[in-house]
């Protein structure tokens, strides 16, 4: 291991047989995290070429168990977000493209970084189980179209080590850890294909278009090479996605989408990424005509019920879903005010993850437990008009003197002018 950690500080390019025993030695236990802490710093600062992407992303993949495309029936298909903040896309989007009628085997992450993660989300709702068998879980996706797991010691369990670990060692932002952390888990879905969203923006890992374009050539050209359809949008996370950032608080704002009600940009997300599947899986031959087929699953209440399915299959308590309002969330809040008038220019959404996490919603040390409760409303978004003392942002958090510790990080997250702003675009490139 020695050899290894050395030959990537020093640049050299890894062998597959180097790269499979760093993964394989250290899901079972035979090298400390420390070790392994070395391993994720060499390659982020160093770097991976390809071919190495390639063959991490085949050892962590094999690390537990990957299901044949054979043992669920129909077009397999599943989106996967390379992280956000407020990014709660998958709880509409999965039970909303299995309600039109294809299969959503997924398995998603926890918070990492700054970022929120979709099963830190859903186990805001009592009982809800992240952990299916293999056989459980292709049963599930058989039966009603969609289930939502996370890396077990069954599926990836290279991920579910190594993601924990670089959660807490500065090692995220990092091409080759993402690309072989998100291919990693789509591959063991057996899977058909998979649409990609890529995050640019102050609350994304690739802050510059060129880095996000370099990360989606990443993961389509690794996926392609595992003979995989990839297609991936660059969306925008200069600002949180929603009115919403934390974990029982996202989950409610996720229902109200299902229910018809979502905000605009988060329908508009969970609706540019679904015709891409659609269209993938061939339901559909336009665009606009998958936007129909959409729209008519969730005014139906299609997509609802199909949530409704997920929940009740992995062991949550479904009275949740039908009222939202029993999700836990903070009863105290604390404003953040404006400190002018004008209209929000920009938002650093990258300190409203961060100053979250703070408040309890993530984890700063492996293995943390989390606080479900805490949350963020964001008041004002891009382009909105604020006058001096109107909130920007209201605190919910039990915890005084937690909240008065992010209270002016928050606000130094604003930017306000004199000139209105144009909102950002929220799909800034298709790249099929
Ligand atoms: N999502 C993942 O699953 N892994 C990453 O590294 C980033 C986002």
Redesign the pocket.
């Known amino acids: 291991m020695y050899d290894i950690l050395q030959k990537k500080r020093d640049g050299l390019k890894l062998s597959s047989d180097e790269v499979e025993d760093f993964v394989t030695a250290y899901v079972n236990g035979k090298i400390p995290d420390y070790v392994a802490a070395a391993f994720l710093m060499a390659v982020f600062t160093k770097g991976m070429d390809s071919e190495e992407t390639f063959w991490l992303t085949q050892a962590m993949m094999n690390s537990g168990v990957v299901l044949a495309p054979g043992s669920m029936q129909g077009f397999k298909i599943d989106k ?1 977000s ?2 956000g903040v407020g990014d709660k896309v998958t709880i509409v989007l999965a039970p909303l493209i299995a309600a039109c009628g294809l299969k959503v085997p997924m398995i998603s ?1 926890r918070g ?1 970084g700054h970022t929120g993660g979709t099963l830190d989300k859903l186990e805001s709702i009592p009982g809800f189980k992240t952990e299916l068998s293999p056989r459980d879980f292709a049963a599930q996706v058989n039966r009603i179209g969609a289930a939502i797991i996370g890396q077990s010691k069954e599926f990836v369990p290279a991920d579910m080590k190594l ?1 924990a670990l670089r959660d807490v060692t500065g090692t ?1 932002e990092s091409i080759p ?2 690309t072989s ?2 291919l990693s ?1 789509k591959l063991a879905e057996g899977l058909d294909g998979l649409v990609m969203d890529i995050k640019l923006g102050s609350g994304a890992f690739m802050k510059r278009e060129e880095d996000a374009l370099e990360l989606a050539e990443s993961i389509i050209t690794t996926g392609r090479r595992m003979g995989k359809k990839v297609a991936a949008l660059i969306t925008d996370m200069s600002q949180p996605l929603g009115r919403t950032v934390g974990n029982a608080i996202e989950v409610k704002e996720a229902i109200s989408g299902l229910r018809g009600e979502g905000p605009s940009d988060l329908m508009e997300l969970v609706y540019a990424l679904g015709e891409r599947m659609l269209a993938m899986a061939g339901s559909t031959r336009s665009p606009s005509e998958a936007r129909g087929v959409l729209l008519r699953s969730i005014e139906s209440g299609r997509a609802l019920d199909r949530f409704r399915d997920i929940v009740e299959a992995q062991h949550g308590d479904v009275r949740y879903v039908d009222h939202p309002e029993l999700l836990e969330v903070s009863d105290k809040t604390w404003i953040a005010e404006s400190p002018e008038s004008g209209y929000v220019r920009a938002i650093d959404a990258y300190k409203i993850g961060s100053a979250c996490v703070e408040l309890g919603a993530g984890r700063e040390r492996a293995g943390q437990e989390i606080d479900r409760r805490v949350g963020l409303v964001v008041d004002k978004k891009i382009g909105e008009t604020v006058e001096e003392g109107e909130p920007l942002i209201e605190i919910m958090c039990d915890d005084a003197s937690k909240a008065r510790s992010v209270h002016d990080y928050l606000i130094s997250a604003y930017e306000i002018g004199s000139q209105k702003e144009r909102p950002p675009d929220l799909v800034h490139r298709t790249i099929d």
């Open positions: 996967h390379t992280g992450g990492l993601y995220v850890l993402i952390s998100i888990k």
